[in-house]
């Protein structure tokens, strides 16, 4: 299965009173056994800080079969806070949030391992750099790609300089325009035969290169005699927060306790 078939399984609506966005399930490994991993909620936070209530519904998909491409939809109901205490982690420099989650058996055929989260040592190999191309997964506006709940993929390039080192920056801007519903959703690498190190390579390179957090627009404010009012004007960016956040708020969250 190539890196597109896996995140378009693993992408999931995050819908909730108030608030609707995109998230990934991601799968964490069990440290005493590496065979075994923890299902993963990451998005952005203020995807679930914006729900009004303790729940939101995570719109997956249950495969039927995957040869003739068969799936069935399946919404499963996710606690977020207990008595308004919040069940997810936040990182304290970024708008991004984690959650490990209970799912049903076979509600998500596919989890994308942390093993492709993108390290600062990975986009200095694959020469990541302004122009190249990105693929980006999520629910604009709330809309599904088909009548089982897939997100819609879209693309974009890097547009803003430097990207490293990545605990400075914390996020780049990425050529493509971010509607509400978008916040949370998957930025990742796909390239076939890529060109770095001087060479051309056989074969591919992908991983995950970030969370979308915002749209990136210019607010003016203008002051006349009897009025002040602002205007925004959206600049069709979005902001990605670097994968190697993902990867340090996971490895700080306590594994879930298990239970016999």
Same mark, same amino acid.
Request: aromatic share 8%.
């Given at each position: 299965m190539n890196i597109n078939t896996a995140m378009m399984e693993a992408t999931c609506k995050v819908v909730g009173p108030g608030s609707t966005g995109t998230g990934v399930i991601m799968g964490t490994p069990d440290t005493a056994n590496s065979s075994l991993m923890y299902y993963t909620l990451v998005t952005a936070h203020h995807v679930l800080d914006g729900v009004q209530g303790d729940r939101v519904v995570l719109v997956l998909r249950k495969v039927i079969d995957r040869t003739q491409q068969k799936y069935q939809r399946i919404e499963v109901p996710i606690q977020i806070r207990t008595n308004g205490v919040a069940a997810w982690a936040k990182h304290p420099d970024v708008d991004l949030a984690a959650a490990f989650i209970s799912l049903p058996e *076979?509600? @998500?055929? @596919?989890?994308? %391992? @942390?093993?492709? #989260?993108? @390290?600062?040592? &990975? =986009? &200095?190999?694959?020469?990541?750099? %302004?122009?190249?191309?990105?693929?980006?997964?999520? !629910? %604009?506006?709330?809309?599904?790609?088909?009548?089982?709940?897939?997100?819609?993929? &879209?693309? *974009?390039? =890097?547009?803003? !300089? %430097?990207? #490293?080192p990545t605990s400075v920056t914390k996020t780049f801007l990425f050529d493509f325009t971010v509607f509400p519903g978008n916040s949370g959703g998957p930025v990742y690498l796909y390239q076939t035969n890529p060109v770095y190190g001087g060479g051309t390579h056989i074969g591919s390179i992908q991983g995950l290169v970030g969370i979308v957090t915002r749209e990136r627009n210019i607010t003016q404010k203008i002051e006349q005699l009897y009025e002040k009012r602002e205007t925004v004007t959206p600049l069709a960016l979005g902001e990605v927060i670097h994968a190697s956040f993902i990867k340090d708020l996971i490895s700080k969250m306590p594994l879930p306790v298990k239970t016999k």
């Amino acid at each position: 299965m190539n890196i597109n078939t896996a995140m378009m399984e693993a992408t999931c609506k995050v819908v909730g009173p108030g608030s609707t966005g995109t998230g990934v399930i991601m799968g964490t490994p069990d440290t005493a056994n590496s065979s075994l991993m923890y299902y993963t909620l990451v998005t952005a936070h203020h995807v679930l800080d914006g729900v009004q209530g303790d729940r939101v519904v995570l719109v997956l998909r249950k495969v039927i079969d995957r040869t003739q491409q068969k799936y069935q939809r399946i919404e499963v109901p996710i606690q977020i806070r207990t008595n308004g205490v919040a069940a997810w982690a936040k990182h304290p420099d970024v708008d991004l949030a984690a959650a490990f989650i209970s799912l049903p058996e *076979g509600a @998500t055929p @596919t989890v994308i %391992p @942390t093993s492709l #989260l993108l @390290t600062d040592e &990975r =986009i &200095r190999e694959f020469e990541l750099s %302004p122009g190249t191309e990105l693929l980006c997964l999520g !629910y %604009p506006f709330g809309a599904e790609g088909s009548d089982v709940g897939f997100a819609i993929l &879209r693309s *974009g390039k =890097i547009a803003s !300089y %430097p990207l #490293l080192p990545t605990s400075v920056t914390k996020t780049f801007l990425f050529d493509f325009t971010v509607f509400p519903g978008n916040s949370g959703g998957p930025v990742y690498l796909y390239q076939t035969n890529p060109v770095y190190g001087g060479g051309t390579h056989i074969g591919s390179i992908q991983g995950l290169v970030g969370i979308v957090t915002r749209e990136r627009n210019i607010t003016q404010k203008i002051e006349q005699l009897y009025e002040k009012r602002e205007t925004v004007t959206p600049l069709a960016l979005g902001e990605v927060i670097h994968a190697s956040f993902i990867k340090d708020l996971i490895s700080k969250m306590p594994l879930p306790v298990k239970t016999k």
